[in-house]
């Protein structure tokens, strides 16, 4: 049996259907022990009181709970309110976050998450353990290898306990990050994120949007499956190997990101023996 300790994340729901679905989403993958769920905000903040109900839910049902954070469209006092609403409540844990703006609105210049780390220190010390991210693949507005690792040797510095990192689909990408990492003195747990496969379209169009890359080995064989479950056994079988290697390599922890479902994330870990 593997015990390496697990996480999800879960969407922020925009409607109290999308609400029901997260329930019961959750209720299906609390078979395996995990040491917490995140909650995503939405570009610019736009799921702000949808991430704040949901997070207050579930932590009001002894879930332990991160709130992904950033300031997009707020000024200070919106994000302080939300910090301490959140530690009042016993939670301990905030996945903080530079963000993106919202589509179609001048929102105001992005703030950083090293400045958002700094800013909650300032706010609530050390509280809460943060989590940030980071990008084997290197973030796609990042100039270099080099200056990835610069930003994120700040968040660290800043005050970031961990870190949680973009999906991707090569195993070698995460080692070698690990590596520079470690040549900048860089000692927090960096744990994979990991992304089932269950819609080479669907896949196609968030990895083009985040810069995640799809080895073009992979793109060929979903593009040959006419059938959605052989696509969905195919997939299964990709990422189930990618963490065996991840885990075999002694990755720290394995963070899925559920897109609000349970079962292709509940597929890889009945896989991996959790």
């Not at 954070?69 to 844990?93: A, H, M, W």
């Not at 819609?199 to 890359?213: E, H, K, P």
């Not at 056994?233 to 479902?261: K, S, W």
Request: glycine share 8%; hydrophobic share 40%; with cysteine.
């Amino acid at each position: 049996m593997t015990t390496l300790p697990i996480s999800f994340e879960f969407s922020a729901p925009k409607t109290e259907a999308a609400a029901s679905g997260l329930r019961r989403a959750h209720d299906r993958l609390k078979r395996f022990e995990h040491e917490f769920v995140s909650v995503t905000y939405g570009a610019g903040g736009s799921t702000r009181d949808g991430t704040k109900k949901t997070v207050l839910a579930l932590k009001e049902n002894d879930v332990e709970v991160a709130p992904h954070l950033s300031f997009g469209g707020d000024n200070s006092e919106v994000i302080q309110e939300l910090l301490l609403t959140y530690k009042n409540k016993g939670i301990r844990r905030i996945v903080a976050l530079r963000g993106d703006r919202q589509s179609g609105i001048g929102s105001p210049k992005l703030i950083h998450a090293s400045e958002l780390i700094r800013f909650i220190r300032e706010t609530t010390g050390d509280w809460f353990h943060i989590e940030v991210a980071a990008y084997p693949e290197i973030h796609p507005e990042s100039k270099s290898v080099s200056s990835e690792i610069a930003f994120f040797k700040e968040k660290v510095d800043a005050g970031a306990n961990g870190a949680i990192t973009q999906y991707f689909y090569s195993a070698e990408a995460y080692f070698r990050f690990l590596e520079e990492t470690a040549k900048a003195q860089i000692t927090i747990p960096i744990v994979p994120g990991i992304m089932p496969i269950t819609n080479l379209t669907g896949l196609q169009r968030f990895s083009q949007i985040c810069g995640a890359d799809l080895p073009r080995w992979l793109v060929k064989r979903l593009e040959g499956f006419d059938d959605d479950e052989a696509l969905k056994d195919f997939g299964a079988e990709v990422v189930t190997r990618l963490c065996e290697q991840l885990i075999q390599g002694g990755a720290p922890a394995l963070h899925f990101y559920t897109l609000n479902q349970s079962k292709p994330s509940a597929r890889i870990l009945d896989n991996l023996g959790f």
